[in-house]
């Protein structure tokens, strides 16, 4: 029988895992395993722990672009119980490490830092819509947000569209910190060429996010989410 020692050492690293699927999105086995400096067994042993318990789930990786030969690879996701399981205890540790780097820095510090953040995923993002048919980046960058959490859609709108974000997973910390929000809407603007109008946000208490981008940038309306969920994370 394992110790107590050894059951809580196994414990801090199952959360390490599910705290890098939940930061950097889905991802492999053998990802894992390099990122997090462990070996590939150890990672596989921790994720068939997690999908037993329904905090994860495989899925084939979605390819933007041309499919290479082969299968493709298989990914791991936090399912919605391992999301929500999650959050309260990341969402107050985040909000007190923020809190403290406030006082520290100020407000610039707290800014550097959402863009420190969201600048990892930018460059995840960057290399998918560089695959994406041209007129298609929004709806590529709808399809790489959902994947990370963020129930992603676009839709028409006058002469441009508009990207809307039907959950949240920091909408609590953003609440507290809008520098979050901040950051990422540059992000948006810097990814698709053009600049983007935050509209509309979870964390202020709008129903969905909702960025406005300019121009005609989609030929059809393009959702990422059914329309049940989107009634059910828009309430």
Known sequence: M??????????????????SILTNGPSSAAVLAERLELTPAAVRRHLDHLLEEGVVESREERVYGPRGRGRPAKVFVLTDTGRHAFHQAYDDLAATALRYIAEAGGDEAVVAFARQRVGEVEKRYRQMLELAPEG????????ALTADGYAASTL?????AQLCQHHCPVAHVAEQFPQLCEAETEVFSRLLGR???RLATIAH???VCTTHIPGQVVTEPVSSVSDSESARTAR
């Open 2 to 19: 394992p110790s107590g020692t050894a059951v809580a050492r196994d414990e801090s690293t199952r959360d390490r895992v599910v705290r």
């Open 136 to 143: 298609k980046e929004a709806e590529v960058l709808a399809q």
């Open 156 to 160: 028409q709108a006058g002469a441009g």
């Open 195 to 197: 600049h983007v109008q």
């Open 205 to 207: 208490g709008d129903g």
